[in-house]
């Protein structure tokens, strides 16, 4: 059974930092391009960032360059999201998304940044 398990989310003040995971199960990871989007209430899914199966290579939202770096450990099937001076724009649900022959999504943790 596949799953994608985000968690990591929460409330954060203006300019503070969250950690991101998705723990990934009931496929080869490894051979997975992953990455997350965000969906805020009103507004369209957006692609947030992007890391290769081997994680050799990151693509990053314009939104959230500078901002975020998304990372994966193969071996344990994780791949995260360090978010850094957030900003109450960022409030969304975040969601993890493996890629390859299908494309297989997990539910979504939600991020809320507010003072």
């Known amino acids: 059974q596949v799953q994608l398990v985000e968690s990591g989310g929460g409330l954060v003040q203006p300019g503070g930092s969250l950690r991101l995971s998705c723990a990934a199960s009931?496929?080869?990871?490894?051979?997975?391009?992953m990455s997350w989007y965000r969906q805020a209430p009103g507004k369209e899914r957006e692609l947030v960032a992007t890391?290769?199966?081997?994680?050799?290579?990151?693509n990053y939202a314009d939104s959230m360059k500078g901002r975020s770096t998304i990372s994966r450990d193969n071996a344990k099937n994780t791949v995260y999201l360090q978010m850094n001076s957030l900003k109450p724009e960022d409030t969304a649900v975040y969601l993890c998304?493996?890629?390859?022959?299908?494309?297989?999504w997990g539910q979504g943790t939600q991020v809320t940044v507010s003072s």
């Open positions: 009931g496929f080869t990871f490894s051979r997975y391009t």
């Open positions: 998304n493996a890629a390859w022959l299908v494309n297989y």
């Open positions: 890391i290769t199966s081997a994680g050799g290579s990151t």
